[in-house]
């Protein structure tokens, strides 16, 4: 059975809501299911009940406005993919939440249910992509610290970056 991805839509536009679900019934990488709510604090407080994959966060609520919204949501859930919703003129505030970590920005006068296909297939791309780097990092530290010889890498100043278990007990 495959896995549903649940996505949180915290935004207080009933407009921006409609088209959400939309795309999710349209979504190829599915499944989806999506959650709606309205304000920060009920987003802060359903993401505590964790099994939330993403969230689309309009940066312009009733509780929280610009940065600060998304700041906040960061702190509470950290690993949680995060995409922005910004204002018409906030395309500033959103190229800065990229800054902070958000993994994408939708504006307000371009969306539709497209664009929020494009973005939650582009977070499955990479949530994918982040997925196959992790295996392939642990496989290569599995064969290095497997290998009966001192194995060490240096970065271009000379400075060790890497010992595996039989280097480190020499040194």
């Known amino acids: 059975m495959t896995n549903v991805r649940r996505l949180l839509l915290i935004d207080d536009d009933p407009a921006h809501a409609g088209i959400f679900k939309e795309a999710l019934l349209n979504a190829d990488d599915g499944p989806f299911e999506g959650e709606w ?6 987003g802060v407080e359903r993401l505590a009940k964790k099994n939330i994959w993403a969230v689309f966060v309009n940066l312009y609520l009733p509780d929280s406005e610009g940065l600060n919204t998304f700041d906040k949501l960061q ?3 950290p690993s949680v993919p995060t995409l922005v919703v910004g204002g018409i003129w906030g395309q500033a505030i959103a190229k800065e939440a990229l800054r902070r970590g ?6 307000e006068d371009h969306i539709d249910s497209y664009s929020f296909d494009r973005a939650i297939r582009n977070m499955v791309e990479r949530q994918t992509a982040k997925e196959a780097l992790f295996e ?3 496989r290569a530290q599995v064969t290095l610290n497997s290998i009966g010889d001192a194995v060490l890498s240096t970065d271009i100043s000379g400075d060790i970056t ?5 280097a480190e007990s020499m040194t």
């Open 136 to 138: 392939e990092k642990e």
């Open 37 to 42: 709510i309205r304000t920060l604090a009920e």
């Open 102 to 107: 958000a993994k994408d920005y939708l504006l």
């Open 75 to 77: 702190q509470a859930a």
């Open 162 to 166: 890497y010992l595996n278990a039989v």
